[in-house]
Every structure is written in C-alpha cells, then in structure tokens.
C-alpha cells in the first residue's frame, strides 16, 4: 500500500513537472531572432544603417546603437518573465519593456509601455512610457504630483527599492518580471527590487532596448502564471 502511495505522488510530481516544462516558452532560440522585429528609427531613412541586433556565441546581443527596440512579434499576458544579461564592455543603459503596443510613441522612439529598467546601478526602476502604474510611497518614489505624467517633459521615472541588488560589471544578472492583470512584480538576483499595481495596461508585447551600450542576453524565458510570487 505505502509503495503504491509512493509510486502515485512520484507520477503526480513527473506530470507536474512535465506540465511546467512544457508552459515555458522560450524567446530566444539561441541561433536567430525568429519571432522578433527590429524597429530602429534609424535604420528606416538610410539603407547603410545596420540592426543594433545580432546573436553571438549563442547570446543575443544588442549592441547599444543605433537606438531603438527589438519586439516580440506576439503579445503576452499573465506571465513570468525570466531574463539572464550582462554588460559586456563599458556599463550604460538598457531596458526590457513590457505590455508594449504602439510603436515610437513617445519621443518618435519608445514604443508605448511599461519599462523595467536594466540601466547600472537603476536596475528594477520603473519608467512610464505613455502607460502608468501605481507604487507605494509614490511620492517618495516619483516625486512631486504635479509632476507626474506619461508624455515627454513628465516626471515618468519610478525608483527601484533597493541598492545594490546587481552583480558586479561583467557577471551574469538574473531579472525576474511577472505581469499579472495590472501588477507588476520585479526581482534582481532574488531582491525584489519592485511592486506595482493599477498598471493601466495589462497586455502587449515585449521588447529589448539598444540604449547606448552593449548587453548580452543568455536567456529570455516566460511562463504562464495565475498568481504573483511572493
């Protein structure tokens, strides 16, 4: 009796896990950018402008510029979002931008999202891009009311909760982002480093900053999710 008990949890267990395994989807296949557009401003008004974009040593890398975005061609809901990156040279600027819609929306550039920012030393930062979200201490967070918006000129910056969360320049970082409804929840390398909620979009797209510098990606894995972890 006890070995049939045994025998049942352990199949249980196989199927779960097969059933996780098989709910994660991988964005990157390690050898093209099959299921991503380019859109870089750029690139659409001289011929001899080359993509940001290239996959390297089995990596995605985006090398800094020209600026702009590499987008998922599908839209994405409910899910965790799992990504491995690096700065590769010189520290700078990147960022992973989620429930994307409209494209070069605000500054002619930045499609219209929610971006979790990868900048060093700002990592987990939240910046409004024609979408919104909620935080709490927003004031302490975002500045004065007033000041707040979604458009060029607007205090469109939300700070992270912690300092010190990223890995020394050059080692592999782990950002975690799950998007459920309206919240988003961010860890860096097991830190949550943000929370926010009344996001006022809930789906979209999912794209990957040339910002100014180069930043390799070894991963970029997204499951399905029904509840936030904690």
């Given at each position: 009796?006890?070995?049939?008990?045994?025998?049942?949890?352990?199949?249980?267990?196989?199927?779960?896990?097969?059933k996780q395994e098989t709910e994660r989807t991988t964005l990157f296949n390690g050898k093209d950018l099959s299921g991503w557009h380019v859109d870089v401003p750029t690139m659409a008004d001289?011929?001899?402008?080359?993509?940001?974009?290239?996959?390297?040593?089995?990596?995605?890398?985006?090398?800094?510029?020209?600026?702009?975005?590499?987008?998922?061609?599908?839209?994405?809901?409910?899910?965790?979002?799992?990504?491995?990156?690096?700065?590769?040279?010189?520290?700078?600027?990147?960022?992973?931008?989620?429930?994307?819609?409209?494209?070069?929306?605000?500054?002619?550039?930045?499609p219209q999202s929610l971006e979790v920012q990868m900048m060093h030393e700002n990592a987990g930062d939240f910046w409004c891009i024609v979408e919104d979200i909620e935080v709490p201490d927003?004031?302490?967070?975002?500045?004065?009311?007033?000041?707040?918006?979604?458009?060029?000129?607007?205090?469109?910056?939300?700070?992270?909760?912690?300092?010190?969360?990223?890995?020394?320049?050059?080692?592999?970082?782990?950002?975690?982002?799950?998007?459920?409804?309206?919240?988003?929840?961010?860890?860096?390398?097991?830190?949550?480093?943000?929370?926010?909620?009344?996001?006022?979009?809930?789906?979209?797209?999912?794209?990957?900053?040339?910002?100014?510098?180069?930043?390799?990606?070894?991963?970029?894995?997204?499951?399905?999710?029904?509840?936030?972890?904690?």
């Amino acid at each position: 009796m006890k070995n049939n008990f045994l025998s049942a949890l352990l199949l249980m267990w196989a199927v779960f896990s097969c059933k996780q395994e098989t709910e994660r989807t991988t964005l990157f296949n390690g050898k093209d950018l099959s299921g991503w557009h380019v859109d870089v401003p750029t690139m659409a008004d001289a011929d001899t402008v080359s993509s940001p974009f290239i996959v390297r040593d089995g990596q995605l890398v985006s090398m800094g510029t020209p600026n702009g975005h590499l987008i998922t061609d599908d839209i994405f809901e409910n899910y965790r979002l799992e990504v491995e990156y690096r700065f590769v040279g010189e520290p700078g600027n990147c960022g992973i931008l989620v429930h994307a819609s409209t494209p070069r929306a605000l500054y002619s550039m930045f499609p219209q999202s929610l971006e979790v920012q990868m900048m060093h030393e700002n990592a987990g930062d939240f910046w409004c891009i024609v979408e919104d979200i909620e935080v709490p201490d927003m004031l302490k967070r975002r500045g004065p009311k007033e000041e707040w918006g979604i458009v060029e000129g607007k205090k469109r910056r939300i700070l992270n909760l912690t300092d010190g969360s990223e890995k020394p320049l050059g080692e592999w970082n782990k950002m975690v982002i799950e998007c459920l409804k309206d919240e988003i929840k961010v860890w860096l390398n097991g830190d949550l480093v943000n929370y926010g909620y009344n996001c006022t979009a809930q789906s979209g797209q999912i794209a990957v900053q040339a910002e100014g510098a180069e930043v390799a990606f070894k991963s970029l894995e997204l499951m399905p999710i029904d509840v936030l972890s904690q």
